[in-house]
């Protein structure tokens, strides 16, 4: 079957929230279905900073050919010296190459992680995310992951999952560990 | 870091349950993480036939080096000619191999997808499955998914995410989709 079957007639807008793990992990898990399916992938993502976290599966992603691109890295909770202004001029910016990369139309799935966070946090106007979803081509599904995904942004996706935490070890006091939680 | 220095000390059990999308998306991404630390995977699925049903993801785990083990394939749901004898034997052959590969000790995290249903159908007792958790390996970071986990299961385990349906295209009428669903 050629890369042009393959392709979607029709792509879907699906939405990973709520507090329990498995939001960011589930859009991986995605990202490698599609690619063993022979699909283009592309994952952006928004408030990480894999050149300190080492977040283990971005390595492994870009060796499997998916599209790896990061805006808006350093976000002001964990870098006092960062303004709100600065932070919403970089996810700005990512809207900005998001539509650049619905114009040359060579994805067939977009992961936008995290992006719920840019809106919660302020950065990001619900309607500058709910134009992004309205604007996607035909045969492209998007992913957009975080918690706290708005009501609106719910309602214009075809499937949301919330994740819900019933019982998570931080809460006990165990520490982020390498290969699990990055 | 050599590999034995990047061993985890002491794992946790890890339950993905609810009708939602993602559980197995959440335990693939998992493994993808763990392989690009450099911990050894090992993906045990139940009641799926990839031989079949073409899923995109195991093609590419088995690339990425993560061992890749199905027991009891063929759900009596979809063959009317398998019977829950043969299933439950089938079963009973995965827990003894889990078993062996606890006394073999070479993986950091093993991912039981679908073990669940083994259990909601009958096929394997609800105890079989808490004496694997009971025992595994200290070091060993175990991951069990599918729908309908038992209160007992959810008891023993140490991080539990439910995933919600929120809003899933099935329920308008769209098929399964290659690259997406599977």
Request: aromatic share 10%.
């Amino acid at each position: 079957m050629s890369y042009e079957e393959k392709r979607m007639e029709k792509g879907l807008i699906q939405v990973y929230t709520g507090d329990g793990k498995g939001k960011t992990t589930a859009a991986i898990g995605l990202a490698v279905r599609a690619k063993g399916q022979g699909l283009n992938v592309g994952y952006i993502y928004f408030h990480k900073e894999p050149e300190t976290w080492n977040y283990g599966e971005i390595g492994v992603l870009e060796k499997l050919g998916v599209g790896i691109f990061g805006f808006a890295k350093k976000h002001p909770h964990f870098y006092k010296d960062v303004t709100s202004e600065e932070m919403r001029k970089e996810c700005l910016a990512g809207i900005e190459f998001i539509k650049k990369l619905y114009s040359e139309n060579n994805y067939d799935i977009l992961i936008l992680d995290e992006i719920n966070i840019s809106v919660r946090d302020g950065f990001l106007k619900e309607e500058e995310v709910l134009a992004i979803m309205e604007k996607k081509p035909e045969g492209l599904e998007l992913v957009l992951t975080g918690r706290g995904a708005t009501e609106k942004i719910i309602e214009k996706a075809d499937l949301v999952s919330r994740i819900e935490e019933i019982k998570h070890p931080y809460n006990s006091g165990i520490e982020r560990r390498r290969g699990i939680e990055y």
